[in-house]
């Protein structure tokens, strides 16, 4: 099997996770959710590829025109959810 060393603590051994990661891009934080990210099963320490975050950048920038998440035109404050 290919397992990866931590770069952190060169001791632990990095396993994938999907996890929703909390992503800053360009001023905006986005939700991502299913990112693979290396975990550490040592010192717990998170890395994520450079082809994840390239793929986490698209998702911003396409949330950011409105394309996946709420358009930008709904007011958060008066209550959608009003039942
Ligand atoms: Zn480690």
Redesign the pocket.
Known sequence: MDQKL?P??S??ILIPKYKQVLFTYQGGQYQIPDVVVQV?N??G?EVINATEIRRMEKIAKQTRRGNITTPPHTHPAVGQNRR
Request: one cysteine or more.
């Open positions: 931590c952190s603590c001791e632990g550490c040592t010192c320490e």
